[in-house]
């Protein structure tokens, strides 16, 4: 099969490269904005050499953003070819019309790097959801605000100094903002959700609280109580059928698994009513695998055994947060207090705290 890519940053050369171990497909053009003499004949500078080219099957969006990515992909998709993404923010805003879009042209669109780096989380919710209901999900999906966190919880490292080095690994968004804004996140929680109950979450509606203003202090304080902070993303399944999700720091006891994920590692788990907790972890962000999981979609469809062909999306739901009540630590500025009350009570108060310029950090302790 002889695919191009869209991009080559760090995700494209990691799929190059894994592409180049197996030798089913062939790279046999790039869509580049810049010189990349590496590349030599086979980038190309419009995506109209691509989309025109009726040798190429299959396309791979590695690029990120919002546009032109989106654009292209509907291009590619238009004119017959498979399409393999990794960027979250882009799919996770506009899930229904590509899926749509793809199944109209009848063309696979495959997604595994969306969510998870590369871990095989996203197929493996496909196929448990065929073979029982989802009641739960959710897990550190960012490799990034995990690495921050595990070198400030266990090296006594600054935010600032980690936040440059998951910069220099390629683990962090073009935008860090993404990352430690919970950003990334909330589109990674928003496909998980697509995924596990066919349906698009409107990711306006998801609360995201992140951890741009941790403090050594506050670490030291969970240090003290036995506890480690996670960024986390959850959802679930509520007594009345709507879906509650949210995106926020959490506190676990030393010997939790999610409290021994080191590095740019991720764990995420999902609840079936079947086959019960299953949970997956593995390199959550970077080149090697995130490029593996990337390669991975492609030889999937190559072969004709795209899992992401079942996807569907029936309804555009918005996620329901009012009953879900947690106890927090809430530092705003320099005050610390503890309080018990609802995700969607204390994301409104956080984000009124920091549309006021205050240094809000929130964390809620895992029940
Ligand atoms: P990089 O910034 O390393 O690479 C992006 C590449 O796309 C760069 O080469 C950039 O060009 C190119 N690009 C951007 N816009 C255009 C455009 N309009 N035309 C042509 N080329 C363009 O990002 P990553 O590889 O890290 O991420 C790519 C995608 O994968 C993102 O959606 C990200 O969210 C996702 N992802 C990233 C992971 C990671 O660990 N890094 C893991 C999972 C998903 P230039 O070199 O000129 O800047
Ligand atoms: N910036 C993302 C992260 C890349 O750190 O998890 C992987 O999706």
């Known amino acids: 099969m002889k695919i191009a890519l869209l991009g080559w940053g760090t995700v494209a050369k990691g799929a190059a490269d894994a592409l180049e171990f197996n030798k089913d497909t062939e790279i046999v053009k790039v869509l580049v904005r810049k010189e990349k003499p590496e590349l030599g004949s086979r980038a190309v500078w419009s995506i109209d050499e691509i989309v025109n080219d009726p040798e190429i099957d299959l396309v791979a969006e590695v690029m990120g953003g919002e546009e032109p990515a989106l654009t292209y992909v509907k291009a590619a998709l238009s004119a017959g070819k498979h399409v393999v993404t990794a960027n979250k923010l882009m799919f996770s805003l506009h899930y229904e019309e590509l899926l749509a879009l793809a199944r109209e042209k009848g063309v696979s669109i495959a997604f595994s790097a969306t969510a998870g780096g590369g871990i095989p989380w996203l197929i493996n919710l496909q196929r448990m959801k065929r073979a029982g209901a989802i009641e739960s999900l959710g897990g550190i999906m960012n490799g990034t605000t995990n690495f921050i966190l595990d070198a400030m919880t266990n090296e006594f490292s600054e935010f600032e100094d980690v936040l440059a080095i998951a910069q220099q690994l390629g683990y ?124 991975g979609d492609v030889l999937d469809i190559a072969e004709g055994i795209s899992v992401f062909d079942s996807a569907c999306c029936n309804a555009r739901v918005a996620a329901s947060n009012e009953n879900i009540i947690h106890r927090y630590y809430l530092r705003i500025d320099d005050a610390v207090e503890m309080k018990e009350t609802s995700v969607a009570e204390m994301n409104r108060s956080v984000q009124a705290a920091l549309a006021q310029g205050r240094r809000v950090f929130a964390a809620s302790f895992v029940e």
Not at 192 to 198: F, G, K, L, P, R
Not at 202 to 217: Q, V
Request: aromatic share 4%.
């Open 172 to 295: 962090a968004e073009a935008d860090p903002t993404a990352d430690i804004d919970a950003l990334d996140v909330k589109a990674k929680l928003a496909l998980s959700c697509d995924c596990a109950w066919d349906v698009m979450i409107d990711p306006a509606s998801l609360p995201a609280m992140g951890i741009r203003y941790i403090t050594s202090e506050d670490i030291e304080a969970f240090r003290s109580i036995g506890m480690t902070c996670k960024l986390m993303g959850r959802a679930e399944r509520t007594e009345k059928g709507e879906i509650a999700a949210y995106v926020e720091p959490m506190l676990f006891p030393k010997d939790a698994p999610e409290a021994g994920v080191p590095g740019a590692g991720n764990i995420i788990s999902a609840v079936s009513s079947t086959a019960g907790k299953m949970s997956f972890s593995g390199g959550g962000a970077g080149r090697g695998c995130t490029g593996a999981a990337v390669a």
